[in-house]
């Protein structure tokens, strides 16, 4: 070795030694120099493993980064070969998250930061000393960030410590962008960005641009910005971040990120974004046997267009409004199979309410969702309702205040008339990942006294490092005809380290309380429930971690004060270092039906008591392989007959631009009043021709309907957020071989950045 790099690897150990959070290196940032001969292969030369929450402190107050101003245009091509990237100090020595908190990175990762009047640049050089295994999941945009090789940037612009702008990348240049929330989680967003990625005989490189307009910041002279890298690595099953991060806290704890120094005379500009649509479509619809179509299926007589709006009110609130608003798009409902007496919930998939949905968060969801936005232009069956118009301020008022304020209109729909919603939600914060807040939903129709609000307020406080939780709320609904025992409330309080889960919770939905602009699964209930978890760490080649676990909950109805259900559960499971995992779980389970329930056309559950005992096992193989899948399997009692359940998913990606997703679930239950049997096959297969072109079939088959139905898209995005769509919906009757409905759909958008 050469005295000049042993002498530099050297300066660089030593710094990482005392603390360093800016690697010394001096090596090109095109990764054609040696570089990658450090500790082991491309390892990084941080030799100290971080282990109690003082080192982890200490690192993160070093991880300061200095962003270079530049005149020299940088070509997008994921090179780093312009003679600026050399002029930037790089960000190394990353910290594994997971699995071996505190441990040097495997491969070395640097990371370089320019801007110019216009654009922020982040340079990645990702060494891999077996540049032959990175793998690469999928193509597709908003990837699935698990089990694949990716970059992350995650960005707090507003320096608040209280969330970001995620940028991630994989290898082969795939994209996905979401907005990261300390108290709301990880929200999609769809935001205009741009990244090149290359590989080369050392690793991999991604080269972004970042226009400023993009990101929300103050007006200030100088600027300081929270930042935060990530990188995953499956060969290893590594996840690194340059400012470390306890095990239990995710990248999105951005009050724990390192800070980006250097942004001098930079402008948020003016941000306004307007996007209209083009849409034709023919649709038809058998009922009662007969064809019945609004307009012929040869016939492009349905034509339609709208407008959405993005304006940024201040650096931290941003306005965005929609007229006539489709959502021809999205993909299908995934099916589900009901075998309990109470509510179904199927996720929204829908742009305009996804985005920025976490600042309307309220309670932890489940059982209770007091603002569920499929409310606001679907119909319970799922069929959409038009959206006139309507319009969304969100974001940060001064320092310490998160605010949303949502306000819809829906057109006449059958017998459904026309629909006025509003929608308010606040947060105070007090500390880091604690606040205050209330919540108010309005919903009311052309039809006089047909009205329905809920409002509230909730709390939440986390103590010692977040390990202590108290979290609690109280709601109430005003509906015409139902009067008293309007009410929800809940309390939970919990202790959670890197091993060890303790929770306790009460909550209740008295009779009364009704959320038309929410979700309640089962209501009328007082609800306890405790939980103990337990989920030591080895030090084992494959083994991350055991998991020893029970849970108690009870129910009762909260109209009779009497006892419904209670569910008493031990679970035990391994989770391997691949991200795989197995658990086999025992339930005993006491229910009281108070009525006789329907769970099938023919067959009905007496009212009385039941007890039953059911045992189920599930294994996952883990991600970053070609062949993914799991698979579980459940039996045992069954009410007053028995029940043999088996569902699993398999995945097939034999290169990044073809994936194959499967899945089957199969219930054969046998009760007193006659055996039965479900099953629920869907099948996923999605062709990405480049990151910014797709293919994409879903098919689903339910026996209980009898009902096969597909939904085959194509998309192309042709400019930043500006896309063509062509949709083929249909649904058939497999007893009669005959469709029930289709629809094609060519829709196209056009973004236009002011």
Same mark, same amino acid.
């Given at each position: ?354 985005? %920025? ?6 309670? $932890?969801?489940? @059982?209770?969702?007091?603002? !569920?936005? =499929? #409310?606001?232009?679907? +119909? ?122 303790? %929770? ?6 008295? $009779?009364?309380? @009704?959320?038309?602009?929410? !979700?309640? =699964? #089962?209501?009328?209930? +007082? ?228």
């Amino acid at each position: 070795m050469r005295p000049c790099r042993l002498r530099r690897l050297c300066c660089v150990a030593g710094a990482a030694l005392l603390g360093s959070g800016v690697g010394a290196s001096a090596q090109s940032p095109s990764g054609n120099s040696q570089a990658g001969s450090g500790q082991s292969g491309n390892g990084q030369a941080a030799v100290h493993r971080l282990r109690t929450e003082s080192e982890f402190e200490a690192v993160r107050a070093t991880r300061i980064l200095t962003a270079v101003r530049i005149t020299d245009g940088i070509v997008l091509d994921g090179r780093l070969d312009e003679p600026s990237w050399a002029l930037a100090s790089p960000a190394t020595d990353f910290i594994v998250r997971v699995p071996d908190n505190g441990a040097p990175a495997g491969e070395r990762t640097e990371v370089r930061v320019l801007y110019d009047q216009n654009n922020l640049y982040v340079g990645v050089m990702a060494y891999d000393s077996q540049p032959s295994r990175i793998f690469v999941k999928e193509l597709k945009r908003d990837f699935d960030l698990n089990g694949t090789d990716v970059i992350q940037v995650i960005i707090d612009s507003l320096h608040d410590g209280l969330g970001g702008y995620s940028l991630s990348v994989n290898p082969a240049g795939a994209r996905r962008d979401n907005h990261l929330s300390l108290n709301g989680g990880n929200v999609d967003w769809d935001a205009v960005w741009d990244v090149a990625t290359r590989r080369t005989e050392e690793g991999w490189i991604a080269e972004y641009a970042v226009p400023f307009k993009t990101l929300r910041f103050s007006n200030a002279q100088s600027q300081e910005w929270g930042i935060q890298f990530s990188r995953r690595v499956v060969r290893l099953n590594e996840e690194s971040v340059w400012s470390p991060l306890p095990f239990r806290f995710s990248t999105a704890r951005m009050n724990l990120a390192g800070t980006l120094r250097g942004l001098e005379n930079i402008s948020p500009s003016r941000n306004l974004k307007v996007k209209p649509y083009f849409l034709g479509q023919v649709t038809q619809t058998r009922i009662a046997g007969d064809m019945v179509t609004t307009e012929s299926f040869d016939n492009w007589d349905d034509y339609g267009k709208g407008l959405d709006v993005k304006y940024s009110l201040t650096p931290a609130l941003t306005l965005d409004a929609t007229y006539r608003t489709d959502f021809a798009q999205v993909e299908a409902d995934q099916q589900q199979v009901n075998l309990t007496r109470f509510n179904l919930f199927f996720p929204e998939k829908r742009e305009f309410f996804l985005e %920025n949905t976490n600042m309307f968060t309220f309670g $932890p969801g489940g @059982n209770l969702v007091p603002f !569920f936005s =499929r #409310r606001i232009g679907l +119909s319970p069956a799922g069929v959409p309702v038009p959206v006139l118009a309507g319009a969304r301020t969100s974001g940060q008022a001064g320092k310490s205040y998160n605010v949303g304020v949502l306000a819809m209109r829906t057109d006449a729909f059958g017998l459904t008339p026309a629909n006025n919603y509003l929608v308010g939600r606040m947060r105070r914060n007090l500390m880091p990942n604690s606040w205050v807040g209330a919540l108010g939903t309005h919903r009311d129709s052309t039809v006089p006294g047909d009205y329905n609000r809920v409002y509230g307020a909730d709390t939440h406080f986390q103590f010692y490092d977040d390990r202590l939780e108290f979290e609690g709320y109280l709601l109430r609904s005003d509906t015409p005809g139902k009067s008293g025992e309007n009410l929800a409330r809940r309390f939970q309080t919990g202790w959670r380290d890197d091993e060890l889960t303790i %929770n306790a919770e009460y909550n209740a939905v008295l $009779p009364n309380f @009704n959320p038309e602009v929410g !979700f309640v =699964r #089962r209501g009328d209930i +007082s609800h306890y429930a405790g939980e103990l978890t337990w989920a030591p760490r080895v030090d084992h080649p494959t083994i991350q971690n055991y998991t020893f676990g029970t849970n108690v909950d009870y129910y009762e109805r909260a109209s009779l004060d009497a006892m419904e259900t209670r569910v008493q559960e031990a679970t035990a499971g391994i989770r391997f270092r691949n991200n795989g995992s197995t658990n086999f779980t025992v339930a005993r389970t006491f229910d009281r039906l108070f009525a006789p329930f329907n769970i099938r056309s023919n067959i009905t559950i007496p009212a009385g008591d039941y007890e039953y005992t059911n045992y189920a096992g599930s294994f996952n193989i883990g991600n970053g392989r070609q062949i993914t899948g799991n698979a579980s399997v459940n039996w045992g009692e069954f009410w007053d007959g028995k029940n043999k359940a088996v569902s699993g998913a398999i995945g097939w990606r034999p290169d990044y631009h073809f994936s194959f997703d499967g899945t089957y679930s199969r219930n054969a239950v046998t009760l007193p009043g006659g055996p039965f049997t479900t099953n629920l096959i869907g099948t996923r297969f999605l062709y990405a021709f480049t990151p910014r072109a797709f293919f994409n079939a879903f098919l689903q088959y339910n026996k209980d309907t009898k009902q096969l139905s597909s939904n085959v898209r194509f998309n192309i995005t042709y400019r930043p957020l500006s896309d063509v769509y062509v949709v083929y919906n249909d649904t058939r009757d497999t007893v009669r071989d005959q469709s029930v409905g289709r629809s094609f759909t060519i829709k196209i958008t056009r973004m236009f950045d002011f």
